[in-house]
T-cell receptor, first 119, second 115 residues
Framework: AQTVTQSQPEMSVQEAETVTLSCTYDTSESDYYLFWYKQPPSRQMILVIRQEAYKQQNATENRFSVNFQKAAKSFSLKISDSQLGDAAMYFCAYRRTAYSGGGADGLTFGKGTHLIIQP | EAQVTQNPRYLITVTGKKLTVTCSQNMNHEYMSWYRQDPGLGLRQIYYSMNVEVTDKGDVPEGYKVSRKEKRNFPLILESPSPNQTSLYFC??????????????FGPGTRLLVL
């Protein structure tokens, strides 16, 4: 079974600074998808960024980028120019492809990192 | 607007009183799923459905039932709720099976308290 580990329960960063959230995962698959979701106090789950494992290029979305290290099974999220609105829980998640065999079909989540933005 | 809706958003009930949480999506997605979120545990999958009349267990299915009679709806049923089912529940959907369509879109969540 796949597992996702977020080793930082809480992180704090000054507004306008850069912060990196860590995520590692364990899988025997070669093709899969990785995601970062943001959960603000409203509790809504908001997709931040996604990465296909077959793509070597790291995904970017405006101020958000990832460092995907497939061999190391690492998938960190970098937030540049942090803003007060970035304060939230961040969850790393894994999903196997539709064509992988066996096991439940869904997202496997880490336990989350609580990001605090200091003004 | 493309969205996943859940009802009710908040529910307080008593042990043993059957309840249903509804989930509906207007994106014509084949795949739908239920998760529960508990402090310190992240989100865990309860049940999922690959298409109409096709459902399967996730990681924590005990105490729950689901059905998928229509593509857009995927209700979660608690036949005899217990206090350990107090949680925040999320429904999600995705157009599973097509390349680059693996992203799941989440509903707003349903907060359930079982006394």
């Amino acid at each position: 079974a796949q597992t996702v580990t977020q080793s930082q329960p809480e992180m704090s960063v000054q507004e306008a600074e850069t912060v990196t959230l860590s995520c590692t995962y364990d899988t025997s698959e070669s093709d899969y998808y990785l995601f970062w979701y943001k959960q603000p106090p409203s509790r809504q789950m908001i997709l931040v960024i996604r990465q296909e494992a077959y793509k070597q290029q790291n995904a970017t979305e405006n101020r958000f980028s990832v460092n995907f290290q497939k061999a190391a099974k690492s998938f960190s999220l970098k937030i540049s120019d942090s803003q007060l609105g970035d304060a939230a829980m961040y969850f790393c998640a894994y999903r196997r492809t539709a064509y992988s065999g066996g096991g439940a079909d869904g997202l496997t989540f880490g336990k989350g990192t609580h990001l605090i933005i200091q003004p | 607007e493309a969205q996943v809706t859940q009802n009710p958003r908040y529910l307080i009930t008593v042990t043993g009183k059957k309840l249903t949480v509804t989930c509906s999506q207007n994106m014509n997605h084949e795949y739908m799923s239920w998760y529960r979120q508990d402090p310190g545990l992240g989100l865990r999958q309860i049940y999922y459905s690959m298409n109409v009349e096709v459902t399967d267990k996730g990681d924590v299915p005990e105490g729950y039932k689901v059905s998928r009679k229509e593509k857009r709806n995927f209700p979660l049923i608690l036949e005899s709720p217990s206090p350990n089912q107090t949680s925040l529940y999320f429904c999600a959907s995705s157009p599973r099976g097509r390349q680059n369509q693996e992203t799941q879109y989440f509903g707003p969540g349903t907060r359930l308290l079982v006394l």
